[in-house]
């Protein structure tokens, strides 16, 4: 597999590794690559890989570079995403299932791709189905991001829990969040944003042995500082990624433009 001919930065804190590319391009560039190789090396010792896919901004480079890497397995693979909005209709430019269906599922044949339905009678029998579809398939990578108020999936602050006795539930958006979806282009206004979400939980995710974090852009520069300074507390839910015994954070110089000199100090090419 060819490797990256680009400049590199990294350094590490606790547990967690960080990435720092010149462009967004060259860090989801970066991503998919550190993808592509995890599902080679699965693909040749596992009948089928479970894959959690995230979506938004932060994802858009990592997916268009993963879809044009040959030779992928993609036959095999069991995809989920990790979040959806109650309520909102499958073809509506900011669901999750159109998200993933129009820059992944279409471009690619996987074995499997489950979808939340957001639509479904009863969310919370919903979250407990795919829990179950998520546990069976037992998924081995997660990409993912970080949101400006620090949440992972739609895990905001005042609702995270580190400890969630469940993998899947319905949650209320806090208004960081709706207003992150305004500001990336999704809705026009926070009273269109719906009020709730269906959205895999922190523990949920850290059972996936492999977590992949895009994190790219101005607006994200704080929040990663943040993510890797503050107390690892539910305040920041991302500060957890800290004790993730195999997380890497790909960051552009614009989502890295306010570590200071802690970082600078470890930089290494």
Known sequence: MQKLSVEIK??????????????REEAGAAAAQ??????????????????????????????????????????????????????????????????????????????????VDGNCPDPEKGCQDYADSLHAANPRICLLGIGENGHLAFNDPGIANFNDPLDMKVVDLDDDCKRQQVAEGWFKSTDEVPAQAMTLTIPALFR??????????????????????DAITTACPASILRTHPDATIYLDEESASELDRRELGRLSS
Do not use: C
């Not at 570079?65 to 509506?92: K, N, S, T």
């Open 208 to 229: 996936v042995p492999k977590l992949i974090v895009s994190v790219p852009g101005l607006r994200k520069a704080a929040i990663v500082s943040r993510t890797l300074h």
């Open 10 to 23: 990294r350094f590490q804190i606790e547990k967690l590794k960080i990435e720092i590319y010149s462009t």
């Open 34 to 115: 550190a993808t592509a190789e995890e599902l080679t090396k699965l693909g040749q010792k596992n009948e089928t890989i479970g894959v959690i896919f995230a979506t938004g901004a932060s994802q858009i480079e990592t997916l268009r570079a993963l879809i044009a890497i040959p030779g992928l397995p993609w036959d095999r693979i069991r995809g989920f995403h990790m979040d959806e909005y109650v309520g909102i209709v499958a073809d509506h430019r900011a669901s999750f299932r159109h998200y993933l269906r129009t820059k992944l599922a279409q471009h690619v044949r996987m074995h499997q791709f489950y979808e």
